[in-house]
């Protein structure tokens, strides 16, 4: 009777234990609405893009070819500057001492050549009087040669040391902005030392080092599109000059582009990347590259991925490895195969594993 009890209290037990389980129910999180896209195979790119980098067309770094103190700098980085405005003064003391002696020995020669200039005439009229031999008319007119030349002589070393005066006070020979300077006053001055570099404001161009398997596309005055990596501003411009040899460039070839019509966002020094249209290219060249959009990546650190639709409508990280840039586009090295779809756009925030709906 006792073990009757006993087993019908732990059944009662049980079976109240097990009433009072109740399963709650479990939480599931709206799906995210996403945008999908196929991936793009370009066989056929019709562009060649290649990195560069933005130089004012003109730029100069000035120098002396005189040693001197530098007793003046009139200039600061970032100052606009019109052609032949003075830039830096150089002490130069010694250059008027010279120019004291030269001065003083053209006022000599000037007396010397006007008194053989006043014998030379008065001995040409008196030989044609008969009042005077051919030997002393012969010379009295090297004498006056010789004074002549003399005085020439002094002259242009006048002009020497005027030119030297030039290399004492260092002017800008165009027009723009002063870039920098490397030297401040008292500095020593050197023959050769840069003193200030200036760049011209009026145009600005491209230079960009193109592959030896694209540089044959490449034609002087095709227009390209350049895009700014800081600022995302989109240029235009036409080729000017096209190398033809990469001696120097480890098989890189030197192009430079003109560029259009420029804001002041756009200065110097920018990086930026040039799209060449290649119109013969779809003939000449056959790949599989694969582009998507960039704004479609996802970037941790130096990782680039982007999210695939898994199945069951669930988002997937995957990996990706990144080739060049073209325009809004990245090229597709590895990670991708032709066909695949992946997500575009999303209006909530994805992450590996989220629920999905396709609009």
């Given at each position: 009777m006792?073990?009757?009890?006993?087993?019908?209290?732990?059944?009662?037990?049980?079976?109240?234990?097990?009433?009072?389980?109740?399963?709650?129910?479990?939480?599931?999180?709206?799906?995210?609405?996403?945008?999908?896209?196929?991936?793009?195979?370009d066989g056929n790119s019709p562009f060649?893009?290649?990195?560069?980098?933005?130089?004012?067309?003109?730029?100069?770094?000035?120098s002396t070819r005189m040693m001197g103190y530098v007793t003046k700098l009139h200039v600061q980085v970032g100052q606009k500057v019109g052609a032949g405005q003075l830039l830096v003064s150089i002490n130069n003391t010694d250059l008027q001492a010279k120019k004291a002696q030269v001065d003083a020995s053209i006022l000599q020669a000037t007396a010397g050549y006007n008194n053989?200039?006043?014998?030379?005439?008065?001995?040409?009229?008196?030989?044609?009087?008969?009042?005077?031999?051919?030997?002393?008319?012969d010379d009295m007119t090297a004498r006056y040669e010789m004074a002549k030349a003399g005085l020439e002589g002094a002259r242009q070393m006048r002009n020497e040391i005027l030119a030297q005066f030039s290399y004492s006070n260092i002017r800008a020979p165009f027009s723009g902005t002063v870039t920098n300077t490397f030297v401040k006053e008292g500095d020593m001055a050197n023959p050769g030392m840069p003193l200030v570099s200036i760049e011209g404001a009026s145009r600005l161009q491209v230079t960009a080092?193109?592959?030896?398997?694209?540089?044959?596309?490449?034609?002087?005055?095709?227009?390209?599109?350049?895009?700014?990596?800081?600022?995302?501003?989109?240029?235009?411009?036409?080729?000017?000059?096209?190398?033809?040899?990469?001696?120097?460039?480890?098989?890189?070839?030197?192009?430079?582009?003109n560029?259009?019509?420029?804001?002041?966002?756009?200065?110097?020094?920018?990086?930026?990347n040039v799209q060449f249209p290649v119109a013969n290219k779809t003939q000449t060249v056959a790949s599989d590259r694969i582009l998507i959009p960039e704004?479609?990546?996802?970037?941790?650190?130096?990782?680039?991925?982007?999210?695939?639709?898994?199945?069951?409508?669930i988002a997937i990280l995957r990996w990706l490895r990144i080739g060049k840039t073209f325009g809004n586009q990245v090229e597709v090295l590895s990670g991708l195969s032709a066909n695949e779809q992946y997500i575009v756009s999303a209006d909530g925030k994805l992450y590996n594993g989220a629920l999905v709906h396709i609009q």
């Open positions: 006792k073990k009757i009890i006993a087993i019908l209290s732990i059944a009662a037990v049980f079976l109240t234990s097990c009433g009072g389980d109740k399963k709650e129910p479990i939480k599931t999180e709206p799906a995210i609405a996403v945008k999908v896209s196929g991936i793009s195979a060649v893009t290649a990195s560069g980098k933005i130089e004012a067309e003109n730029s100069a770094n000035l053989a200039k006043k014998d030379y005439d008065r001995f040409v009229n008196l030989f044609k009087q008969q009042s005077a031999s051919q030997k002393e008319l080092m193109v592959s030896e398997n694209d540089i044959a596309e490449i034609k002087k005055g095709m227009p390209v599109h350049v895009l700014v990596k800081s600022s995302n501003a989109k240029l235009t411009g036409k080729v000017s000059e096209v190398s033809i040899s990469a001696t120097n460039t480890g098989g890189q070839y030197l192009v430079k582009v560029l259009d019509k420029t804001d002041n966002s756009v200065l110097s020094g920018m990086f930026v704004s479609a990546l996802v970037k941790q650190g130096q990782l680039s991925g982007i999210y695939t639709i898994g199945t069951g409508n």
